[in-house]
């Protein structure tokens, strides 16, 4: 059975840091990898989604990257703002469309 | 577009007492699902669609009922809700492997 963690649970930084959040999975056998962004009180926006011929994937301050043979993806946040505060979920895919997520990493960055 | 839509916002029941969260999405899209999220656990899987007239059970699926008549629309049934139903329910869509999650509804079983 897939199973995903992620490191930190939580993580508090001043303003324009660069920090890096982590995610683990026990079956390599991935396809993508996705991140996401929770706001509190609301749904999940997609960030980046890896497939499992990329390494790396960018948007803007975000970059993400997935090591299949090890069960890790990082996401690399630069210089990091307020506005980035949020929990931060990875997620693969089990079957069909469906997915199993991380905990998360509630992130707050301080001005 | 509306994208995912979600209601109620908030809901408080008690033990016992049936009701049906409504998720409607405006996308097109054949593939719908339902999440509950509790606190450290991530988001669990109760039950998923691939299209009009097909459903399926995910991970946590007890207690729950769904059905899909229409591409737009996929409500959530407690039947007999209980205070382990307590949670934060999310609906989602997609057409590939980017999910657009609705609002959420903040359920509370007393």
Known sequence: ??????????????????????????DSAIYNLQWFRQD?????????????????QTSGRLNASLDKSSGRSTLYIAA?????????????????QNFVFGPGTRLSVLP | NAGVTQTPKFQVLKTGQSMTLQCAQDMNHEYMSWYRQDPGMGLRLIHYSVGAGITDQGEVPNGYNVSRSTTEDFPLRLLSAAPSQTSVY??????????????GTRLTVT
């Open chain 2, 90 to 103: 999310f609906c989602a869509s997609s057409s590939g492997p980017l999910r657009y999650f609705g609002p």
């Open chain 1, 80 to 96: 990091s703002q307020p506005g980035d505060s949020a929990t931060y979920l990875c997620a693969v895919p089990v079957y069909g």
């Open chain 1, 40 to 56: 509190p009180g609301k749904g999940l926006t997609s960030l980046l989604l890896i497939q499992s011929s990329q390494r790396e």
């Open chain 1, 1 to 26: 059975k897939q199973e995903v963690t992620q490191i930190p649970a939580a993580l508090s930084v001043p303003e324009g840091e660069n920090l890096v959040l982590n995610c683990s999975f026990t």
